[in-house]
């Protein structure tokens, strides 16, 4: 799923090169090549599905040259992901009925691939086995309130997997230092495993009038006319979450819990937590000559030279035409920069 | 005057792009062109010279136009004012030995044309009647130690015109807030009034290897032959300043005390005085949205948006590949950090 457009990032990220194409970590490496990394190393190129905004198109395929045409999906406009996972899904159904489905965002970060591995393989091969909508819960560090919550039923049913008990939207503090101290509470990753069958089950059953529309252009999936009969259906799609949509009221969702140093790096506080940090507690490149200046993240081009002095806890970052100075702990104003500059300068800026 | 290269306001100033040739206060217009427009008021086009490091040459004439390419002086290299004003004076001398001279920095600011105009016609009557070494002082407005001071002798010469008692470099603040007190002491602006005759005698007088040098090349002045001339004598020159060589030692010095509204813009404290403030006591222009931002400089390319947040007296200087932000009242270390930048980067970013 690489459809996204976020203004978080903003301005690194715009609405024309949003977050999943970035390197916001200064890995080398953007959000959706690395998410392709992770799974090429145990799915063939072939099997790899990508749904994105037909805006994206271009830069997909510039990012993962190993992928065919057809294999990036467009949508003609957002929809949210339950409309997305049905797109993708009817087209595998009319590729092979049989196929399990991996559902991942494509903006999110990883650290330790041996086990996302061996959690990713253990819930194919239980979804493949079961009428299973399996989903993969990360054990939590820290009571984060801006993620969502799955509380895992008592016992396992096999080998790591359980049923899921509730999904809770993003907790207040409170809430969230509660489900971190139960044990019992883990951070909804996004990622989905099941199989084709199983999902479009599920479509037929919890989001019927989607199911509807997709299954009304079956013949057309995987041929040129697809593209015309997706423009047709989409617009008249309901904009919903997967989530909302068949998660929270399916009863045959199960949860695989693990812990691969996952982070959706939603905000720069994230960033910040997830990147390597100099000596004076910054985020900065080898360009950056930073004095009595601590706990700032300083984004620019690399070929920029930046010298801040006096900072402490800021938020620094270049992009293109926009330079952002915002103090870390007021992160969650920069919606409303971004808003206030929309408004003011058009979207030359956004 | 136009061969300076300053590091003060880096990173707009460059090596390359000092500041003469900056608009660094948002008029439209660079210092040097204002410069031009000061004078041009009253004096005709083709009694101007300008003498500049060769390497400024084509900026020189992009900005005044107006001026022939032989009214640009190139020094091969810098040697402070003493050689700068010997060259000028003697290239006037060869063209027109009556000739009275007026020598200015070409990126210093002044507001009230009217009383400027003035002054420095009065300033040119007395020089060209007298054996005078005329200078303008500044009435200061505020202790300032960035300045060298001018105290002026009890009784009026004539018409405003005062003989100089002392000259002293810049003050600390306790010194400068006792010459203001005094009301004798004056801010010496650089500007200078003499007649060519009454230069050269005091450069035979004061500067004699200096002199004799540019005597040397009499035949040369204005010919093609000079530029060859002036690349060998050049680098023999002391590196000396017309105050520390003549003004500070002759007894002919002069000094007419006004007050046209003058600043040398030599400090980004004096920039942020001199410009025109928004409501939050920053300097910016229309493409900044500053939130709980104050008395900050903003100060990047036109076309660039910018959004601060939670900066209380800073800096925040963009200019090419280069981004600074400093507190305001830690300016004074920036040319450390220039030096550091060079050290470790080399004179790309410089």
């Given at each position: 799923m690489a459809g996204g457009v976020g203004s978080r990032f903003w301005p690194m990220s715009r609405q024309a090169h949003p977050k999943q194409f970035l390197d916001i970590l200064g890995t080398g490496k953007s959000f959706i090549r690395?998410?392709?990394?992770?799974?090429?190393?145990?799915?063939?190129?072939?099997?790899?599905?990508?749904?994105?905004?037909?805006?994206?198109?271009?830069?997909?395929?510039?990012?993962?040259?190993?992928?065919?045409?057809?294999?990036?999906?467009?949508?003609?406009?957002?929809?949210?992901?339950?409309?997305?996972?049905?797109?993708?899904?009817?087209?595998?159904?009319?590729?092979?009925?049989?196929?399990?489905?991996?559902?991942?965002?494509?903006d999110h970060y990883t650290s330790n691939q041996e086990v996302f591995k061996s959690v990713i393989l253990n819930a194919a091969d239980f979804a493949d086995n079961n009428r299973a909508l399996v989903t993969i819960g990360i054990r939590p560090n820290r009571p984060a309130t801006g993620y969502g919550y799955i509380q895992v039923a008592d016992t396992p049913v096999q080998n790591g997997v359980n049923k899921v008990k509730t999904f809770t939207e993003k907790p207040t503090l409170e809430v969230a230092r509660a489900f971190l101290d139960s044990g019992d509470f883990f951070w909804n990753s996004g990622i989905f495993i099941w199989s084709v069958k199983t999902i479009i089950d599920a479509f037929e059953k919890w989001l019927p009038e989607i199911d509807s529309l997709f299954k009304s252009i079956a013949d057309d999936y995987g041929k040129p006319s697809e593209r015309e009969a997706i423009a047709k259906i989409y617009p008249e799609c309901r904009n919903i979450s997967i989530d909302?949509?068949?998660?929270?009221?399916?009863?045959?969702?199960?949860?695989?819990?693990?812990?691969?140093?996952?982070?959706?790096?939603?905000?720069?506080?994230?960033?910040?937590?997830?990147?390597?940090?100099?000596?004076?507690?910054?985020?900065?490149?080898?360009?950056?000559?930073?004095?009595?200046?601590?706990?700032?993240?300083?984004?620019?081009?690399?070929?920029?030279?930046?010298?801040?002095?006096?900072?402490?806890?800021?938020?620094?970052?270049?992009?293109?035409?926009?330079?952002?100075?915002?103090?870390?702990?007021?992160?969650?104003?920069?919606?409303?920069?971004?808003?206030?500059?929309?408004?003011?300068?058009?979207?030359?800026?956004?």
């Open positions: 690395q998410t392709y990394e992770r799974f090429a190393e145990f799915i063939p190129d072939s099997n790899f599905l990508v749904v994105t905004n037909a805006n994206y198109k271009t830069e997909v395929l510039r990012q993962i040259p190993e992928l065919d045409i057809d294999q990036v999906l467009c949508e003609p406009l957002g929809r949210n992901t339950a409309p997305c996972i049905a797109y993708a899904a009817y087209r595998l159904l009319a590729q092979d009925p049989e196929a399990t489905m991996i559902v991942t965002p494509s909302y949509g068949i998660m929270e009221k399916t009863p045959d969702a199960y949860v695989i819990c693990s812990d691969f140093g996952w982070s959706d790096i939603g905000t720069w506080e994230s960033l910040y937590q997830n990147s390597r940090l100099t000596f004076d507690q910054n985020v900065a490149n080898e360009n950056t000559f930073a004095y009595n200046t601590t706990g700032t993240i300083i984004k620019v081009p690399s070929d920029k030279l930046v010298v801040v002095e006096g900072l402490k806890d800021y938020i620094v970052v270049e992009s293109d035409n926009v330079l952002l100075i915002c103090r870390r702990e007021n992160e969650q104003n920069i919606k409303q920069f971004v808003e206030d500059v929309k408004l003011k300068k058009g979207n030359k800026f956004i």
